[in-house]
């Protein structure tokens, strides 16, 4: 009688252990979602501003042909415009990183159910959970042995202390370094977001956001009208990642260092060749309205 006692104190007491590990794993999960979703909102917002903003530059570039003294207040507009964009994506990054943060929290929660599946008995006479005396592996009166007792609490273990997510190192991470630089753009400070950009590439260039990093730098050569390195950077970009989602708005920054470079003619070719290989794209959009003025 001691022992079913003792036996059933022992489940009793793990049970709750591995309720109080879900339970709070569950926690988590809910308040991840909620801050994907606050995430989503934002970005939605911002992309709204975005699409005005381009609507406003767009009259104003219209306007400039008889206006030249416009000229400052449609540089600043531009200026807001990729500031708005750059938010946009520092927004996306943090999605992915929310994402990553999901997938590690339902792989711990699995590595925590399937550690309490190997110390609980199993049902119909495998264990001793029922009404009847212990009965353990066919045998009447039977325990679980120390050595399955202390199995399981090695198994709980290691799914409380072996399991933690692969983001909870304080490490840098390279999102963390895109980000760095995207808040460095979004803050003004066109000159050290370009070489952050440069230095997120060169660290990590098997990345999947090198084609990002690449537009980003690009767009700092061409707000700080450095249109040669402009010009490189983006036919870089278009050449090394043509199917990139980043390449067509790249190829719109191409053309702006074209014409301030002098070559009007080059820049029409390149809106021509963005509606041309990009006709979903919203920069095809924006290519021939562009057209339309030029």
């Not at 606050?38 to 767009?58: A, F, H, I, N, P």
């Not at 996306?92 to 929310?98: I, P, T």
């Not at 990590?204 to 980003?216: G, H, I, S």
């Amino acid at each position: 009688m001691k022992t079913t006692f003792k036996s059933s104190y022992f489940l009793l007491v793990l049970s709750l252990l591995c309720a109080g590990h879900v339970r709070a794993s569950l926690l988590s999960d809910e308040e991840a979602r909620q801050g994907v979703a606050d995430l989503k909102s934002q970005q939605t917002v911002l992309s709204r501003q975005q699409q005005t903003m381009d609507e406003r530059v767009t009259r104003m570039e219209t306007a400039l042909q008889g206006y030249p003294d416009l000229v400052m207040r449609l540089d600043s507009m531009s200026q807001d415009l990729a500031q708005i964009r750059g938010r946009i994506d520092s927004l996306a990054n943090q999605l992915d990183v929310e994402d990553k943060r999901f997938h590690d929290l339902y792989m711990d929660l699995d590595s925590r159910l399937k550690a309490v599946e190997t110390v609980l008995p199993k049902p119909e006479g495998a264990g001793s959970i029922s009404g009847s005396p212990g009965v353990a592996n066919g045998k009447e009166g039977a325990v679980p042995s120390a050595g399955t007792a202390e199995s399981g609490k090695n198994s709980l273990a290691v799914a409380d202390n072996g399991s933690k997510p692969e983001n909870a190192s304080d490490a840098k991470t390279p999102s963390a370094d895109y980000d760095a630089a995207l808040s460095v753009f979004n803050a003004g400070n066109y000159v050290k977001s370009r070489k952050l950009f440069e230095a997120f590439v060169k660290s990590n260039p098997d990345d999947d956001k090198v084609p990002n990093a690449l537009y980003w730098i690009g767009m700092n050569q061409l707000l700080l009208k450095d249109y040669k390195g402009a010009r490189a950077t983006n036919q870089h970009l278009y050449k090394s990642f043509p199917d990139s989602a980043k390449t067509p708005d790249g190829l719109l920054n191409l053309a702006a260092a074209w014409l301030g470079l002098g070559e009007p003619a080059t820049a029409k070719a390149t809106w021509k060749m963005i509606i041309a290989k990009y006709p979903d794209s919203s920069a095809a959009q924006k290519a021939k309205a562009r057209l339309r003025q030029h």
